[in-house]
């Protein structure tokens, strides 16, 4: 007797990849179950720090904390600088711009004030 198609091909039924997207829905599944079930599974980090721009590790906070000021008190100054070159509508809104720089700098001139008076205090 003569089959009208041939055999189907044999294909492991199970196979959670089938496709490449239940692939990364498999892997992501497992990603998921690890991280809850698994406390202790080792890990590779999300997102690999970027060195273009870094920060020596052995400057201290004060230091950070004083150029951080100084940035932005030179961003404050370039923002109304430039605000006093343009037309209204633009020039509102890079004067509210530079008002939040000038309240970052604020911050940043309080955290230092507060370090200073810690580093102060009789111990």
Known sequence: MIKPTPNPPEADS???????DSKKFHEAAERALDHY???FHPRKPLLKPGTRY??????ANEELLADACETLTS???MASDFAGMID??????????????????????RVLDNLEMKAEAPL
Do not use: D
Request: aromatic share 2%.
């Open 54 to 59: 870094l920060i020596a590790p052995g400057i």
């Open 75 to 77: 961003a404050k100054t």
């Open 88 to 109: 209204t509508p633009q020039r509102h809104v890079l004067l509210g711009i530079g008002q939040l720089i000038m309240l970052g700098e604020l911050a940043v001139n």
């Open 14 to 20: 199970t196979s959670p990849y089938e496709t490449l």
């Open 37 to 39: 079930l698994n406390p």
